[in-house]
């Protein structure tokens, strides 16, 4: 039987059967997490681009709270932010979730 390369993800699914479970999990969960935080995204995507989502708002998020801004007036469905900058970037329709966290990055570091 040949094997897929090892860094391949059908490798790691063949080897442990619960794996594309446990994918699907971690997905659902990160997105709920994200919707929490104002953001929605389908638990289809991949859960490591997920993860690298929420990380990139919760950097946001700390660097809004370094600044002093209040993360619960400054949502995405705010309609009356304490400052509009304290606010994660909305996806644009037909952004890839890279270019999302690409942007969020660089809302960061405006606020650094």
Do not use: C, W
Not at 28 to 39: A, M, V
Not at 81 to 88: E, R, T
């Amino acid at each position: 039987m040949n094997l897929p390369p090892e860094s391949s993800e059908q490798r790691s699914e063949m080897l442990d059967p619960h794996r594309r479970e446990e994918r699907k999990s971690a997905a659902t969960e990160i997105t709920g997490r994200l919707f929490q935080k104002g953001i929605d995204v389908s638990d289809s995507e991949d859960p490591s681009t997920l993860a690298d989502l929420l990380s990139a708002v919760e950097r946001f998020e700390a660097a809004v709270e370094k600044r002093g801004g209040d993360l619960m007036v400054n949502t995405p469905s705010s309609s009356d932010p304490q400052n509009p900058d304290f606010v994660v970037p909305a996806k644009e329709a037909g952004e890839t979730l890279d270019a999302y966290i690409g942007r969020i990055d660089v809302a960061t570091a405006a606020l650094d």
